[in-house]
Structure formats: structure tokens, C-alpha cells
């Protein structure tokens, strides 16, 4: 029976390939022998990559620059969410500066030209970079619903201090957990096109139970769990709100008809374009002018008993 390996059988699907090589799926050895680096360049795909990377290299690092200075610089901002943000600013920043430079230069020269320092310190905190915004987002979602599902006891906790308590957790936890990286980083020799001895910054592993736990550990740690907390998080807190916009819409309704009622006019007793006066405002004005009249009674009863009683009086 003929078999094929994956390189053979994504040979003119390189860029399945690639996602499968960049999620870990595959081992290196085959990731390497699939990869663009023994390859000839197109030019237009490489046109493209250049003017995407340095697009987006260029707006994140001044979106993230603008954020960071403003929070920083206005005091009035600091906020509990807000410093959560720049916590996320600043790990969005590093990782713009520390994984596209080394990832787009080493691609267009088929070549990883830097040192085995550099592979390392790119590796570990590239991966930093996105533990530390999983974490923000997790502690952003958390802070979230406490405040908005839990009002009254999230203001004894939530404090500038508690926050960048957490902040701090977030970023000592992340450059622990990616301790791996800088350890199994190392400069792998290749053979390019050309028959020339290039070098790739590759993950190299002691064996593949070791890989695929640290993956699947991964997996779970930074994408599966996050997702989850942050799924209850945000349904709870739409679900809130949802509460109370029908709270509120109920109470503007029964303030409508409490009004309508109080003037003497019922919706439910006009003709679908014009309301009419109730059979309850007649009442109420037919009791008025008895009361009046009453009244007026009363009051002319009163003058003719005084006047009777200043006559009968002796002079």
C-alpha cells in the first residue's frame, strides 16, 4: 500500500501546511523540510507580506505607544479597568517589537541571521507576550462582571492597588510559565535552494510526548480555560443588563399609564388614533360640582343664620 507523508500530500498547499506546522501539530524535522525556506520566492506573495507587516507593525506600535502615553501621563484615567488596558498595551507592544522583525527578516533572507541569544530571547518573549494578554483578558472579563453584576461588594476590592497586584501576578506568572521556550530554542541548520547553509530559530524538543504534552498544556492554559471564564463572564454580565433594560423599560411604562390615568385619559378607551376623556373623568367632575354646590349651600345656610341671629339681637 503507497503512503505519503504530509509534505507530499500539502506540497501545493503550503500555507495549510505552515498552520499546521505553526500550531505544533507536526514535529519539527517534517516542519522543516516543508517549510518556503527551500523554496524559491514569489514575488508578489512577498510584495504582500512586506506591505502587511509593516503595516501593522507601524499601527501597533503607535496605537500602543498612544495608549500607554495617555494612561500614564492623565492621571484622571488611571482606573481600574484602564490600568488593566495598559497592562494589555504594553504586552501588545512587546509583542510587536520582539515577533515581527524577527520573524519577517529571517523569512525574506532565508536565513536567521541573528544569534542563538536573540532566537531564545525572541522565542520566550513572544510567548510572554501572549500569556500576559490571555491573563489581562481574563482579569478585564472578571473585573467586569463584579462590578457590573456585583456593585456593592466590588467597591470594597476593586482598588488601584488590588489591580496592579493582579497586574503584577499576571506578568511574574507568564515569564515563569514560559521558561520552556528559551530552553528548547536553538539555531537549526538547513540547506536552501541554492544548495547554501542557512539557520532556522526552531523549538527542539527532547522527545515527542514532551512536545505534544507542553502543547496540549498550552491548549488548555492559554485558550480553552481563558475562553471559558470569559464566555460565563460576559453572558452573565449580558444577562444583567438585559434585566435591567426591562426593568427600565417596564418602569417608564407604568409611569406612562399612571400619568395617562391621573389625567383622565386611558389609551384603551380611544379608537387607535385619538385618546377621549374617560368615563371616570365625568365622575370626578360630577362629584366636584356637587361638592361646590354643597358648599355653596353651606355657606349661604351660614349667612342667613348670622344675619337672624344679628336681628334678634336687642339694641
Not at 537549526?188 to 512536545?211: E, K
Request: net charge positive.
Amino acid at each position: 500500500m503507497e503512503t505519503f507523508t504530509l509534505p507530499d500530500i500539502f506540497r501545493n498547499s503550503t500555507d495549510i501546511y505552515k498552520l499546521l506546522c505553526g500550531l505544533g501539530i507536526k514535529n519539527d524535522s517534517d516542519c522543516d523540510n516543508g517549510m518556503d525556506f527551500t523554496q524559491e520566492p514569489k514575488d508578489i506573495n512577498q510584495t504582500v507580506r512586506i506591505f502587511l507587516y509593516v503595516l501593522i507593525f507601524l499601527l501597533s506600535i503607535l496605537g500602543n505607544s498612544l495608549i500607554i502615553t495617555v494612561l500614564v501621563r492623565n492621571g484622571r484615567m488611571r482606573t481600574v479597568t484602564n490600568l488593566f488596558l495598559l497592562s494589555l498595551a504594553a504586552s501588545d507592544l512587546m509583542l510587536c517589537v520582539f515577533c515581527m522583525p524577527f520573524t519577517l527578516i529571517p523569512n525574506l533572507m532565508k536565513d536567521f541571521i541573528f544569534s542563538s541569544g536573540i532566537c531564545k530571547g525572541a522565542m520566550y518573549f513572544m510567548g510572554v507576550s501572549v500569556s500576559v494578554s490571555t491573563f489581562n483578558l481574563v482579569a478585564i472579563s472578571l473585573e467586569r462582571y463584579s462590578a457590573i453584576c456585583n456593585p456593592l461588594t466590588s467597591r470594597t476590592w476593586q482598588t488601584k492597588s488590588h489591580a496592579a497586584k493582579v497586574i503584577t501576578a499576571t506578568w511574574v506568572v507568564s515569564f515563569i510559565l514560559m521558561l520552556p521556550y528559551p530552553i528548547a530554542s536553538t539555531l537549526v541548520p538547513f540547506t536552501r535552494y541554492n544548495n547554501s547553509t542557512g539557520n532556522m530559530c526552531r523549538l527542539v524538543w527532547p522527545s515527542d510526548i514532551i512536545q505534544q504534552s507542553w502543547y496540549v498544556f498550552l491548549l488548555l492554559l492559554l485558550f480553552l480555560v481563558p475562553g471559558l471564564v470569559m464566555m460565563t463572564a460576559y453572558g452573565l454580565i449580558s444577562l444583567e443588563l438585559y434585566k435591567g433594560i426591562k426593568f427600565e423599560m417596564n418602569n417608564r411604562k407604568s409611569n406612562r399609564e399612571r400619568g395617562a390615568s391621573t389625567n383622565g385619559l386611558r389609551p384603551a378607551d380611544g379608537d387607535g388614533c385619538y385618546l377621549q376623556p374617560s368615563k371616570r373623568k365625568a365622575e370626578l367632575q360630577q362629584l366636584q360640582a356637587q361638592r361646590s354646590q354643597r358648599q355653596g349651600s353651606d355657606a349661604a345656610a351660614a349667612a342667613a343664620s348670622a344675619l337672624a341671629a344679628g336681628a334678634a339681637r336687642p339694641s
